[in-house]
Nanobody
Framework: QVQLVESGGGLVQAGGSLRLSCAAS????????MGWFRQAPGKEREFVAG????????YYADSVKGRFTISRDNAKNTATLQMNSLKPEDTAVYYC???????????????????WGQGTQVTVSS
């Protein structure tokens, strides 16, 4: 069982940066791949980035490649999403998610993830 709590959202101007954190409770954090998703009003939840349990493999949606970086610290049970060069279209509620797996391939399907945080709002003004 894993509980996830996001933090770090807020309001930022276009071109700015934000750093989201996801704190995980529970044991064996490195057995869980982590993903970040987002959901804008009136839109479906979409995959943003994912990272394997060891941190050795990362995956990104095309829309955020080169701007966002996902990382994790297994000693601190945290996952982080560094967001640079933010655009108004990045405005959404951002969720972290976890899936217990040894064979993570960066799935974009939200149904593949077993645990979810409550979400944090990111608003990018133009």
């Amino acid at each position: 069982q894993v509980q996830l709590v996001e933090s770090g959202g807020g309001l930022v101007q276009a071109g700015g940066s934000l750093r989201l954190s996801c704190a995980a409770s529970g044991r064996f954090f490195s057995n869980y791949a982590m993903g970040w998703f987002r959901q804008a009003p009136g839109k479906e939840r979409e995959f943003v980035a994912g990272i394997s349990g060891s941190g050795g493999r990362t995956y990104y949606a095309d829309s955020v490649k080169g701007r966002f970086t996902i990382s994790r610290d297994n000693a601190k049970n945290t996952a982080t999403l560094q967001m640079n060069s933010l655009k108004p279209e990045d405005t959404a509620v951002y969720y972290c998610a976890a899936v217990r797996t040894l064979f993570y391939s960066g799935t974009h399907q939200s149904s593949e993830y077993n645990y979810w945080g409550q979400g944090t709002q990111v608003t990018v003004s133009s």
